[in-house]
């Protein structure tokens, strides 16, 4: 072995979508050892939400990860929710719902437009955030924000689906599916992009369960690990669908995960859409978030978002503000992991996979 | 749900009291290598693990799932000077959480060598997870 060099990736780095440090070791180009440095995005949410009540925090949680804002809402409110007993209207946990599963998809083309531009393929960008753009403007029109939602509220959400709105999601349910067709098309047949991806950074099943990896990366490792499906948390019981699954456990495999579950997402928004449309009902308990009297108790919500698993634990000791809220992110495991996957791989192979795991680092930090 | 009463025969020292299996610090590697090997049990994931300062001591909640089970279980314990025994042995995913329990708790974490701050700057002082945790540092910006 000749002399091994280190040198030092990010935290600027358009790659990590976010500040990460990875310190490389390299013996030539193969990589000897990668150390993941974390918490240049840290924030202290949950130190602050000791400081603020309960309705006060809620627009915070959006903030844990920007991309997935109605999951970080969603895990919070209903931990909450379950401490005060509070019993949820149907039609809101369908809205609840169908504003996940969209965000999930804008989540997920997020990912493949900038996943592609990592691995140098600069169109699909424009192609993913082209299609993006629809559901950005449907959460304007629905929330007022296009991120940082503030949406979902102790009881309910904050205002009723209309008509329209549900009919142009009904339009883009139809247009998409052939859209993903195109990328498929472009991408998933592509030499250069296998060559990139196919056999690069395995996730064996059992390091994989080793480092509590959830999420689409556990399901292209080929366990069948889905919380919507596995507790049929809110109103996922009553809905009609299959997680995907891959076993290579590969970068690709890792790819064709997310595009199926983008497929899926649709039928999902669907199954949602087809219920609001005929039948009508609260959207919220009659709940006084301001002056909400939350008893002692603690609570863990299990709630799958589109990085893996996230939980909100939620510690209440009777006054009008949490004691301990502690969040579990996808990401944060992830990259825990990350010199694990990445032995053994050339240096121009860490962005590719990486890239391919989804890492936030923002919901990493906290 | 998961049966209770085997645990309890092992392990003479636990309670179940809400949703959480209670047992003492010393007990904690030997009961989550019993949870994780045992074939009725096997829960083979370490989800994360929680600190909560209570005052005057601090309670470790180590949130388990099983992929065969499909259920959860919660182990909980006290540590009263800020010491426990680390699992990552048991654990591989449980370093980072060790690492940020001290960073934000103080909670050293015998057997984990490689401690260090995760979250904070290295030069941290203190741990501000801490109920007892001085709020009023110049270096946090929001005070003036």
Not at chain 1, 249 to 262: H, L, P, Q
Request: glycine share 6%; aromatic share 12%; with cysteine.
């Amino acid at each position: 072995m000749t002399e091994t060099m280190k040198i030092n990736i990010g935290p600027q780095h358009p790659s990590t979508h976010g500040v990460l440090r990875l310190v490389t070791e390299l013996d030539g180009e193969d990589i000897v050892s990668v150390t993941p440095v974390i918490g240049y995005l840290h924030r202290g949410l949950e130190k602050s939400a000791e400081s603020r009540t309960y309705l006060q925090y809620l627009p915070m949680v959006d903030r844990v990860d920007y991309l997935s804002g109605f999951f970080n809402s969603y895990a919070y409110i209903t931990a909450v929710e379950n401490i005060c007993n509070i019993d949820v209207p149907k039609r809101a946990e369908y809205i609840r719902v169908l504003c996940m599963e969209m965000n999930r998809m804008t989540s997920h083309l997020l990912w493949f437009g900038t996943y592609i531009l990592d691995l140098g393929a600069t169109s699909p960008l424009f192609y993913s955030f082209r299609d993006r753009e629809p559901l950005m403007s449907l959460f304007e029109e629905l929330t007022g924000q296009r991120m940082m939602y503030n949406y979902f509220t102790f009881g309910g959400v904050r205002f009723d689906v209309t008509k329209e709105w549900l009919d142009k999601i009904l339009k883009y349910t139809d247009e998409m599916p052939a859209k993903l067709d195109d990328y498929e098309k472009i991408i998933t047949s592509n030499p250069i992009f296998l060559t990139r991806t196919k056999n690069k950074g395995i996730l064996s099943k059992n390091t994989a369960l080793k480092y509590s990896i959830t999420g689409p990366c556990l399901r292209a490792s080929g366990v069948n690990l889905d919380f919507r499906k596995k507790f049929g948390y809110s109103i996922y019981n009553e809905l009609d669908f299959e997680p995907p699954v891959e076993t290579d456990g590969d970068t690709f495999a890792r790819y064709k995960v997310r595009i199926a579950e983008m497929r899926m997402c649709l039928s999902v928004i669907r199954q949602c859409v087809d219920y609001l449309k005929n039948n009508s009902g609260e959207i919220s308990a009659k709940v006084n978030s301001v002056a909400l009297k939350v008893p002692e108790g603690e609570y863990t919500t299990y709630v799958e978002s589109p990085r893996g698993l996230l939980n909100c634990y939620v510690k209440s000791d009777g006054t009008n503000k949490p004691y301990r809220v502690k969040w579990r992110t996808g990401s944060f495991y992830l990259v825990q992991m990350l010199p694990e996957i990445l032995k053994g791989h050339s240096m121009h192979d860490i962005m590719a996979i990486f890239g391919s795991l989804d890492v936030i680092l923002p919901e990493v930090d906290r | 749900m998961i049966d209770f009463e085997t645990i309890k025969n092992k392990f003479p020292y636990t309670e179940y009291v809400d949703w959480k299996i209670r047992t003492n610090e010393n007990d904690i590697v030997s009961l989550l290598t019993f949870l994780k090997e045992n074939s009725e049990y096997s829960f083979d994931i370490l989800t994360s693990i929680i600190a909560v300062d209570l005052n005057d001591k601090i309670e470790l909640i180590y949130q388990l799932y099983s992929t065969s089970l499909n259920t959860t279980a919660q182990v909980s314990t006290y540590t009263f000077n800020s010491n426990a025994k680390s699992v990552i042995n048991i654990y591989k995913s449980a370093y980072f959480d060790e690492c940020e329990i001290y960073d934000l708790f103080g909670v050293y974490f015998d057997g984990n060598s490689n401690l260090k701050r995760l979250l904070m700057p290295e030069n941290w002082l203190g741990h501000p997870l801490l109920k007892s945790y001085e709020m009023k540092d110049e270096r946090l910006v929001w005070n003036d």
